[in-house]
């Protein structure tokens, strides 16, 4: 069984106990958008990158989206 890789917002989802649906709610996006983004299937818009940044209390740097 393999360990699922976690992104930063994922990791800080997790630290802080926030539910993917509490984090969409907040966020104004789907649960599923949320799940995708934590997995790193997906990576937000720049908009929605800072929105995260913000929401998090700086937790998620808008950089962690960066693949190297």
């Known amino acids: 069984m393999t360990k ?3 992104t ?3 990791r800080y989802l997790k ?3 926030i539910s993917a649906a509490d984090a969409a709610w907040e966020l ?3 649960r599923s958008y949320v799940s995708a983004l934590v ?3 997906m990576t937000p818009g720049l908009k ?3 929105e995260i940044w913000r929401w998090s ?3 998620v740097p ?3 989206w960066v693949k190297a």
């Open 4 to 6: 699922k890789k976690l």
């Open 8 to 10: 930063v917002f994922g």
């Open 57 to 59: 209390k700086e937790a």
């Open 28 to 30: 104004g996006v789907t």
């Open 62 to 64: 808008v950089e962690s």
């Open 15 to 17: 630290r802080e106990r």
């Open 39 to 41: 997995s790193g299937a």
């Open 48 to 50: 929605l990158a800072v």
